[in-house]
């Protein structure tokens, strides 16, 4: 049981070093003093709990999903231009991007069945998370295993779709004036 209390302590200690750069923490765990490592997990346990029973689930996956990637994504653009060399960061994000394109086309055409999983938000969360995180790069393991040949496959026809679909915008616009 010491061992388990002892990781448990390391974990939090961690944390704790982590969440040291961020300023609104600090002010946060001055004004309450509460250990911003448990003002932070109470924070995530919160969100589960909305998401978990389904208040606005939705809008909270989406936003987990689309908002720390998109700040990750422009500090590893920005990493770049710095460097001038080429940071595997933007491959990984890029490859976060296409899958996530992927999975939002397709929950457009299930949703009406997505309604009727339990937990879906959760599970939808759950699975963001891992595709977003860098410690499991699930991203790049399903556009690597999967998606990657599929997509190579139907390059042609994709490719030809977009360009109907350029042209009947185009004439749809060139009607309309």
């Not at 302590?9 to 923490?25: G, V, W």
């Not at 989406?62 to 653009?77: D, T, V």
């Amino acid at each position: 049981m010491d061992a388990v209390i002892d990781a448990v302590n390391a974990q939090l200690a961690q944390l704790h070093s982590k969440l040291d750069e961020i300023p609104a923490l600090q002010r946060l765990e001055d004004q309450t003093s509460v250990p911003k490592e448990y003002i932070s997990i109470s924070g995530a346990f919160v969100v589960l709990l909305i998401v978990i029973f389904g208040f606005s689930a939705g809008t909270i996956s989406s936003i987990i999903g689309f908002l720390y990637p998109a700040i990750k994504s422009l500090h590893a653009i920005e990493s770049t231009k710095q460097s001038k060399t080429n940071n595997p960061d933007v491959t990984q994000w890029l490859i976060y991007w296409v899958i996530y394109s992927f999975f939002s086309i397709i929950e457009v055409f299930v949703d009406f069945l997505l309604y009727w999983i339990p937990y879906y938000y959760a599970f939808k969360l759950a699975f963001l998370l891992w595709a977003m995180l860098p410690q499991t790069r699930g991203a790049k393991f399903l556009y690597d295993s999967f998606l990657k040949d599929f997509l190579k496959s139907r390059e042609s026809a994709i490719d030809a779709a977009m360009r109907d679909a350029r042209n009947a915008v185009s004439e749809s616009n060139e009607k309309d004036e």
